[in-house]
Protein backbone atom coordinates (compact mmCIF):
# COMPACT_ATOMS: atom_id res chain seq x y z
CA UNK A 1 0.00 0.00 0.00
CA UNK A 2 1.44 3.58 -1.26
CA UNK A 3 2.22 6.42 1.48
CA UNK A 4 0.21 9.00 0.82
CA UNK A 5 -3.12 10.43 -0.12
CA UNK A 6 -5.48 11.31 -3.34
CA UNK A 7 -4.63 14.67 -4.41
CA UNK A 8 -6.10 16.76 -7.30
CA UNK A 9 -3.87 17.72 -10.20
CA UNK A 10 -3.75 21.51 -9.00
CA UNK A 11 -2.69 20.39 -5.39
CA UNK A 12 0.61 18.59 -6.95
CA UNK A 13 0.94 21.99 -9.35
CA UNK A 14 1.47 23.83 -6.37
CA UNK A 15 3.59 21.51 -4.16
CA UNK A 16 6.48 21.91 -6.47
CA UNK A 17 5.37 25.45 -7.97
CA UNK A 18 8.69 27.08 -6.19
CA UNK A 19 10.97 24.36 -6.93
CA UNK A 20 11.69 22.08 -9.59
CA UNK A 21 14.01 19.59 -7.09
CA UNK A 22 11.46 17.34 -7.30
CA UNK A 23 11.98 17.03 -11.31
CA UNK A 24 15.54 16.89 -11.20
CA UNK A 25 17.18 13.31 -12.45
CA UNK A 26 20.05 12.14 -10.67
CA UNK A 27 22.75 9.68 -10.61
CA UNK A 28 21.65 8.50 -7.63
CA UNK A 29 18.01 8.08 -8.29
CA UNK A 30 18.91 6.18 -11.81
CA UNK A 31 21.29 3.98 -10.07
CA UNK A 32 18.25 3.45 -7.09
CA UNK A 33 15.75 2.92 -9.32
CA UNK A 34 17.67 0.44 -11.44
CA UNK A 35 18.13 -1.61 -8.46
CA UNK A 36 14.51 -1.61 -7.62
CA UNK A 37 13.32 -2.20 -11.43
CA UNK A 38 15.40 -5.00 -11.60
CA UNK A 39 12.74 -7.24 -9.73
CA UNK A 40 11.04 -7.41 -12.77
CA UNK A 41 14.26 -9.00 -13.94
CA UNK A 42 13.59 -11.97 -11.99
CA UNK A 43 9.87 -12.36 -12.74
CA UNK A 44 10.41 -12.18 -16.41
CA UNK A 45 13.30 -14.92 -16.15
CA UNK A 46 11.02 -17.07 -14.38
CA UNK A 47 8.38 -16.77 -16.76
CA UNK A 48 10.54 -17.52 -19.88
CA UNK A 49 12.57 -20.55 -19.01
CA UNK A 50 9.84 -22.52 -17.30
CA UNK A 51 8.06 -22.53 -21.02
CA UNK A 52 11.48 -23.23 -22.44
CA UNK A 53 12.67 -26.53 -20.27
CA UNK A 54 9.19 -28.39 -20.87
CA UNK A 55 10.59 -28.95 -24.16
CA UNK A 56 13.44 -29.70 -23.39
CA UNK A 57 14.14 -34.03 -23.95
CA UNK A 58 16.45 -34.50 -20.83
CA UNK A 59 14.11 -32.70 -18.41
CA UNK A 60 10.82 -34.27 -19.55
CA UNK A 61 12.77 -37.83 -19.35
CA UNK A 62 13.57 -37.41 -15.77
CA UNK A 63 9.99 -35.60 -14.79
CA UNK A 64 7.51 -36.08 -17.28
CA UNK A 65 8.35 -39.28 -19.23
CA UNK A 66 4.59 -40.14 -20.78
CA UNK A 67 4.90 -36.53 -22.29
CA UNK A 68 8.51 -37.84 -24.32
CA UNK A 69 6.53 -40.53 -24.71
CA UNK A 70 4.06 -38.67 -27.36
CA UNK A 71 6.33 -37.22 -28.83
CA UNK A 72 8.25 -39.88 -29.82
CA UNK A 73 4.82 -42.07 -31.01
CA UNK A 74 3.47 -38.74 -32.72
CA UNK A 75 3.43 -38.89 -36.58
CA UNK A 76 1.57 -36.06 -37.50
CA UNK A 77 -0.32 -34.41 -34.94
CA UNK A 78 1.80 -32.42 -32.02
CA UNK A 79 -2.14 -31.30 -30.35
CA UNK A 80 -1.58 -32.97 -27.49
CA UNK A 81 1.56 -33.74 -26.79
CA UNK A 82 1.78 -31.38 -23.22
CA UNK A 83 -1.86 -32.06 -21.98
CA UNK A 84 -1.20 -33.18 -18.83
CA UNK A 85 -2.46 -32.86 -15.76
CA UNK A 86 0.69 -32.71 -13.76
CA UNK A 87 3.00 -30.99 -16.31
CA UNK A 88 0.18 -28.34 -15.52
CA UNK A 89 0.21 -29.06 -11.72
CA UNK A 90 4.38 -28.05 -12.77
CA UNK A 91 3.90 -24.50 -14.78
CA UNK A 92 0.69 -23.54 -12.50
CA UNK A 93 2.25 -23.48 -9.24
CA UNK A 94 3.90 -20.44 -9.73
CA UNK A 95 0.86 -18.65 -10.04
CA UNK A 96 -0.92 -19.92 -7.36
CA UNK A 97 1.84 -19.05 -5.36
CA UNK A 98 2.07 -15.58 -6.54
CA UNK A 99 -1.54 -14.88 -5.96
CA UNK A 100 -1.14 -15.88 -2.29
CA UNK A 101 1.54 -14.07 -1.47
CA UNK A 102 0.06 -11.17 -3.26
CA UNK A 103 -2.69 -11.57 -0.62
CA UNK A 104 -0.45 -11.08 1.89
CA UNK A 105 2.18 -8.61 0.20
CA UNK A 106 0.59 -5.63 1.07
CA UNK A 107 0.43 -5.78 4.68
CA UNK A 108 4.49 -6.90 4.54
CA UNK A 109 4.70 -4.05 2.24
CA UNK A 110 3.43 -1.88 4.90
CA UNK A 111 5.34 -2.85 8.18
CA UNK A 112 8.78 -3.42 6.37
CA UNK A 113 8.67 -1.07 3.78
CA UNK A 114 9.42 -1.30 0.07
CA UNK A 115 13.10 -2.41 0.65
CA UNK A 116 12.02 -5.12 3.01
CA UNK A 117 9.57 -6.46 0.75
CA UNK A 118 12.46 -6.21 -2.17
CA UNK A 119 14.60 -7.95 0.37
CA UNK A 120 12.67 -11.14 2.11
CA UNK A 121 11.47 -11.51 -1.84
CA UNK A 122 14.58 -12.06 -3.70
CA UNK A 123 15.72 -14.40 -0.34
CA UNK A 124 12.40 -16.61 -1.12
CA UNK A 125 12.74 -16.81 -4.68
CA UNK A 126 17.25 -17.23 -4.10
CA UNK A 127 15.82 -20.75 -1.99
CA UNK A 128 13.51 -21.72 -5.24
CA UNK A 129 16.07 -21.59 -7.59
CA UNK A 130 18.01 -23.49 -5.67
CA UNK A 131 15.23 -26.33 -5.26
CA UNK A 132 14.67 -26.32 -8.74
CA UNK A 133 18.51 -26.61 -10.00
CA UNK A 134 18.71 -29.58 -7.66
CA UNK A 135 15.31 -31.32 -7.76
CA UNK A 136 15.62 -35.11 -7.77
CA UNK A 137 11.64 -35.65 -8.20
CA UNK A 138 8.43 -33.68 -8.86
CA UNK A 139 7.68 -32.70 -5.83
CA UNK A 140 10.93 -31.28 -5.27
CA UNK A 141 10.31 -28.73 -8.77
CA UNK A 142 7.05 -28.06 -8.00
CA UNK A 143 7.99 -26.75 -4.07
CA UNK A 144 10.76 -24.57 -5.47
CA UNK A 145 8.25 -23.15 -8.31
CA UNK A 146 6.24 -22.29 -5.51
CA UNK A 147 8.82 -20.37 -3.33
CA UNK A 148 9.44 -18.45 -6.84
CA UNK A 149 5.93 -17.46 -6.83
CA UNK A 150 5.88 -16.62 -3.34
CA UNK A 151 9.00 -14.18 -3.87
CA UNK A 152 7.80 -12.97 -7.24
CA UNK A 153 4.20 -12.06 -5.07
CA UNK A 154 6.48 -9.76 -2.97
CA UNK A 155 8.96 -8.12 -5.27
CA UNK A 156 6.01 -7.26 -7.62
CA UNK A 157 4.35 -5.93 -5.51
CA UNK A 158 6.81 -4.09 -3.70
CA UNK A 159 9.03 -3.44 -7.19
CA UNK A 160 6.29 -0.65 -8.77
CA UNK A 161 5.72 1.26 -5.86
CA UNK A 162 8.98 1.79 -4.94
CA UNK A 163 9.97 3.22 -8.66
CA UNK A 164 6.52 5.57 -8.41
CA UNK A 165 7.40 6.56 -4.96
CA UNK A 166 10.98 7.49 -5.63
CA UNK A 167 11.09 8.84 -9.28
CA UNK A 168 10.77 12.44 -9.55
CA UNK A 169 7.01 13.66 -10.91
CA UNK A 170 8.51 14.03 -14.34
CA UNK A 171 9.77 11.50 -15.27
CA UNK A 172 8.00 8.87 -12.72
CA UNK A 173 6.66 7.14 -16.35
CA UNK A 174 10.03 6.75 -17.53
CA UNK A 175 11.22 5.11 -14.47
CA UNK A 176 8.11 3.36 -13.38
CA UNK A 177 8.32 1.53 -16.90
CA UNK A 178 12.01 0.24 -15.91
CA UNK A 179 10.48 -2.25 -14.18
CA UNK A 180 8.86 -3.74 -17.20
CA UNK A 181 11.75 -3.00 -19.64
CA UNK A 182 13.96 -5.57 -17.15
CA UNK A 183 10.92 -7.94 -16.98
CA UNK A 184 11.52 -8.44 -20.69
CA UNK A 185 14.91 -8.19 -20.25
CA UNK A 186 14.33 -11.48 -18.17
CA UNK A 187 12.68 -13.35 -20.29
CA UNK A 188 14.94 -12.80 -23.33
CA UNK A 189 17.86 -14.13 -20.90
CA UNK A 190 15.79 -16.82 -20.30
CA UNK A 191 15.01 -17.76 -23.63
CA UNK A 192 18.80 -17.02 -24.38
CA UNK A 193 20.01 -19.51 -22.08
CA UNK A 194 17.47 -22.15 -22.60
CA UNK A 195 18.66 -22.37 -26.50
CA UNK A 196 22.21 -22.55 -25.22
CA UNK A 197 22.22 -25.20 -22.51
CA UNK A 198 19.43 -27.76 -25.15
CA UNK A 199 22.22 -27.93 -27.08
CA UNK A 200 23.82 -30.28 -24.78
CA UNK A 201 21.56 -32.57 -23.88
CA UNK A 202 22.42 -33.38 -21.04
CA UNK A 203 20.79 -33.66 -17.48
CA UNK A 204 22.34 -30.32 -16.21
CA UNK A 205 21.17 -28.51 -19.12
CA UNK A 206 17.92 -27.89 -17.69
CA UNK A 207 19.75 -27.46 -14.05
CA UNK A 208 21.65 -24.89 -15.19
CA UNK A 209 18.52 -22.84 -16.99
CA UNK A 210 16.11 -23.06 -13.65
CA UNK A 211 19.43 -22.38 -11.51
CA UNK A 212 20.78 -19.68 -13.32
CA UNK A 213 17.61 -17.22 -11.98
CA UNK A 214 19.47 -16.96 -8.83
CA UNK A 215 22.30 -14.80 -9.84
CA UNK A 216 19.44 -11.88 -11.04
CA UNK A 217 17.76 -12.58 -7.36
CA UNK A 218 20.89 -12.33 -5.92
CA UNK A 219 22.17 -9.39 -7.49
CA UNK A 220 18.91 -7.32 -7.04
CA UNK A 221 19.10 -8.60 -2.92
CA UNK A 222 22.33 -7.62 -2.46
CA UNK A 223 21.67 -4.19 -4.29
CA UNK A 224 18.40 -3.57 -2.12
CA UNK A 225 20.67 -3.97 0.87
CA UNK A 226 22.56 -0.55 -0.19
CA UNK A 227 19.81 1.35 -1.57
CA UNK A 228 17.09 3.77 0.90
CA UNK A 229 13.54 2.74 1.83
CA UNK A 230 11.52 5.30 0.35
CA UNK A 231 10.80 8.54 1.66
CA UNK A 232 6.86 8.03 2.04
CA UNK A 233 7.12 4.60 3.87
CA UNK A 234 9.57 5.87 6.29
CA UNK A 235 7.16 8.74 7.14
CA UNK A 236 4.25 6.09 7.69
CA UNK A 237 6.70 4.15 9.79
CA UNK A 238 7.28 7.35 11.54
CA UNK A 239 11.14 7.44 10.90
CA UNK A 240 11.11 10.79 9.56
CA UNK A 241 15.00 11.67 9.68
CA UNK A 242 15.29 8.21 7.77
CA UNK A 243 12.88 9.80 4.96
CA UNK A 244 14.89 13.11 4.78
CA UNK A 245 17.54 11.27 3.91
CA UNK A 246 16.49 9.13 1.87
CA UNK A 247 15.06 12.34 -0.23
CA UNK A 248 18.32 13.69 0.22
CA UNK A 249 20.16 10.91 -1.58
CA UNK A 250 17.21 11.34 -4.70
CA UNK A 251 17.03 14.49 -4.85
CA UNK A 252 20.65 15.64 -4.97
CA UNK A 253 22.84 17.68 -2.38
CA UNK A 254 22.41 21.03 -1.73
CA UNK A 255 18.67 21.15 -2.73
CA UNK A 256 15.86 21.91 -0.51
CA UNK A 257 13.56 18.82 -0.47
CA UNK A 258 11.82 20.06 2.44
CA UNK A 259 8.48 21.05 1.05
CA UNK A 260 8.72 18.14 -0.96
CA UNK A 261 9.54 16.15 2.93
CA UNK A 262 6.45 18.59 4.57
CA UNK A 263 3.85 17.69 2.00
CA UNK A 264 4.48 13.87 2.48
CA UNK A 265 4.38 14.66 6.26
CA UNK A 266 1.53 16.26 5.81
CA UNK A 267 -0.21 13.70 3.66
CA UNK A 268 0.51 10.87 6.08
CA UNK A 269 -1.15 13.00 9.15
CA UNK A 270 -4.27 13.63 6.99
CA UNK A 271 -4.20 9.54 6.61
CA UNK A 272 -3.20 8.99 10.05
CA UNK A 273 -6.38 11.50 11.46
CA UNK A 274 -8.99 10.20 9.29
CA UNK A 275 -8.22 6.86 11.22
CA UNK A 276 -10.21 4.98 8.01
CA UNK A 277 -9.69 1.71 6.85
CA UNK A 278 -8.30 2.14 3.29
CA UNK A 279 -10.09 -1.02 1.80
CA UNK A 280 -13.27 0.84 3.32
CA UNK A 281 -11.98 4.17 1.72
CA UNK A 282 -11.36 2.99 -1.72
CA UNK A 283 -14.94 1.42 -1.82
CA UNK A 284 -16.78 4.82 -1.42
CA UNK A 285 -18.34 6.62 -4.45
CA UNK A 286 -15.72 9.45 -4.97
CA UNK A 287 -13.04 6.64 -5.29
CA UNK A 288 -15.22 4.46 -7.52
CA UNK A 289 -13.50 5.42 -10.46
CA UNK A 290 -10.35 4.64 -9.49
CA UNK A 291 -11.03 1.16 -8.35
CA UNK A 292 -12.48 0.58 -11.46
CA UNK A 293 -9.43 1.17 -13.14
CA UNK A 294 -7.50 -0.36 -10.84
CA UNK A 295 -9.21 -3.46 -11.59
CA UNK A 296 -9.80 -3.34 -15.12
CA UNK A 297 -6.72 -2.21 -16.60
CA UNK A 298 -4.39 -5.44 -15.45
CA UNK A 299 -7.68 -7.60 -15.50
CA UNK A 300 -7.97 -7.15 -19.50
CA UNK A 301 -4.06 -6.73 -19.93
CA UNK A 302 -3.93 -10.39 -18.43
CA UNK A 303 -7.32 -11.69 -20.16
CA UNK A 304 -5.59 -10.50 -23.97
CA UNK A 305 -3.42 -13.75 -23.47
CA UNK A 306 -0.19 -11.84 -23.64
CA UNK A 307 1.27 -13.82 -20.15
CA UNK A 308 0.30 -17.37 -21.94
CA UNK A 309 2.48 -16.56 -24.95
CA UNK A 310 5.16 -15.57 -22.69
CA UNK A 311 5.28 -18.25 -20.78
CA UNK A 312 3.98 -21.10 -22.80
CA UNK A 313 5.68 -19.41 -26.49
CA UNK A 314 7.95 -22.84 -26.40
CA UNK A 315 5.21 -24.99 -26.03
CA UNK A 316 2.95 -23.38 -28.49
CA UNK A 317 5.92 -23.18 -31.00
CA UNK A 318 6.29 -26.87 -30.37
CA UNK A 319 2.72 -27.98 -30.46
CA UNK A 320 2.12 -26.31 -34.28
CA UNK A 321 4.77 -28.78 -35.57
CA UNK A 322 7.96 -26.55 -34.74
CA UNK A 323 11.44 -28.40 -33.60
CA UNK A 324 12.94 -28.40 -30.33
CA UNK A 325 15.86 -25.61 -31.57
CA UNK A 326 12.82 -23.23 -33.56
CA UNK A 327 10.63 -23.36 -30.65
CA UNK A 328 13.23 -21.98 -28.89
CA UNK A 329 14.80 -19.19 -31.50
CA UNK A 330 11.33 -18.08 -31.41
CA UNK A 331 10.75 -17.86 -28.27
CA UNK A 332 13.88 -15.60 -28.83
CA UNK A 333 12.57 -13.70 -31.79
CA UNK A 334 8.99 -12.92 -29.06
CA UNK A 335 11.44 -11.80 -26.58
CA UNK A 336 13.33 -9.49 -28.42
CA UNK A 337 9.75 -7.60 -29.94
CA UNK A 338 9.10 -7.69 -26.22
CA UNK A 339 12.21 -5.50 -25.74
CA UNK A 340 11.44 -3.33 -28.62
CA UNK A 341 8.28 -2.32 -27.71
CA UNK A 342 8.83 -1.77 -23.99
CA UNK A 343 11.74 1.03 -24.98
CA UNK A 344 9.44 2.59 -27.12
CA UNK A 345 6.99 2.83 -24.55
CA UNK A 346 9.74 4.49 -22.06
CA UNK A 347 10.78 6.89 -24.64
CA UNK A 348 6.96 8.41 -25.19
CA UNK A 349 4.91 8.04 -21.88
CA UNK A 350 6.27 10.56 -20.21
CA UNK A 351 5.94 12.55 -23.34
CA UNK A 352 2.77 11.27 -25.25
CA UNK A 353 0.73 10.47 -22.05
CA UNK A 354 -0.41 7.24 -20.29
CA UNK A 355 -3.59 7.57 -22.39
CA UNK A 356 -2.55 7.39 -25.85
CA UNK A 357 -0.55 3.67 -24.94
CA UNK A 358 -3.35 2.69 -23.84
CA UNK A 359 -5.36 3.33 -26.75
CA UNK A 360 -2.55 2.35 -29.61
CA UNK A 361 -1.98 -0.79 -27.64
CA UNK A 362 -5.97 -1.63 -27.47
CA UNK A 363 -5.88 -1.19 -31.51
CA UNK A 364 -2.95 -2.92 -31.80
CA UNK A 365 -4.22 -5.95 -30.12
CA UNK A 366 -7.07 -5.91 -32.66
CA UNK A 367 -5.20 -6.92 -35.70
CA UNK A 368 -3.28 -9.74 -34.82
CA UNK A 369 -6.67 -11.03 -33.47
CA UNK A 370 -8.23 -10.31 -36.59
CA UNK A 371 -6.09 -11.91 -39.33
CA UNK A 372 -5.59 -14.59 -36.89
CA UNK A 373 -9.48 -15.17 -36.88
CA UNK A 374 -9.27 -15.37 -40.52
CA UNK A 375 -6.70 -18.17 -40.56
CA UNK A 376 -8.09 -20.21 -38.05
CA UNK A 377 -11.92 -19.99 -39.01
CA UNK A 378 -10.66 -19.90 -43.36
CA UNK A 379 -10.90 -23.88 -43.10
CA UNK A 380 -13.21 -24.13 -40.11
CA UNK A 381 -14.81 -27.87 -40.71
CA UNK A 382 -11.63 -30.50 -41.55
CA UNK A 383 -10.37 -27.82 -38.50
CA UNK A 384 -13.16 -29.11 -36.25
CA UNK A 385 -12.76 -32.65 -37.16
CA UNK A 386 -9.15 -32.67 -36.65
CA UNK A 387 -9.98 -31.31 -33.40
CA UNK A 388 -12.68 -33.71 -32.03
CA UNK A 389 -10.22 -36.42 -33.17
CA UNK A 390 -7.43 -35.18 -31.15
CA UNK A 391 -9.33 -33.86 -28.22
CA UNK A 392 -10.74 -37.79 -28.10
CA UNK A 393 -7.57 -39.30 -28.30
CA UNK A 394 -6.15 -37.46 -25.84
CA UNK A 395 -8.82 -38.01 -23.21
CA UNK A 396 -8.08 -41.37 -23.21
CA UNK A 397 -4.59 -41.05 -23.24
CA UNK A 398 -4.31 -37.82 -20.53
CA UNK A 399 -2.13 -38.85 -17.35
CA UNK A 400 -4.47 -38.60 -13.98
Same mark, same amino acid.
Given at each position: ?????????????? @??????? $?????????????????????????????? &???????????????????????????????????????????????????? @????????? &??????????????? !?????????? =??? %????????????????????????????????????????????? !????????????????????????? !??????????????????????????????? $??????????????????? =?????????????????????????????????? @????????????????????? %?????????? &?????????????? @????????????? !?????????????? %??????????????????????????????????
Amino acid at each position: MGGGVLTSHADAAN @IFSDSDN $ASKLTPSVVIICIVAASAGLIFGYDVGVSG &GVTTMAPFLEKFFPFVLQRMADAKQSQYCLFDSQTLTAFTSSFYIAGLVSSL @IAGAVNTTT &GRRGSLIIGGVVFML !GTALNAFAFN =LWM %LIAGLLLLGFGVGFTNQAAPVYLSEMAPPKWRGTLSTGFQLFLTL !GVMLACIINFAVAKHGSDYGWRIAL !GAGGVPALIMTIGALFIPDTPSSLIQRGKVD $AARRSLLTVRGRGTDSEAE =LNQLINQNKAVTEANQNPYKLIMERRFRPHLVLA @IAIPSFQQLTGISVIAFYGHV %LFRSIGFGSD &GALIGAIILGAVYI @ISTLVSTYVVDRL !GRRILFLQAGIQFH %LPDCTGDSFVYGDRDRRDKTFIKERRRCSIGSDM
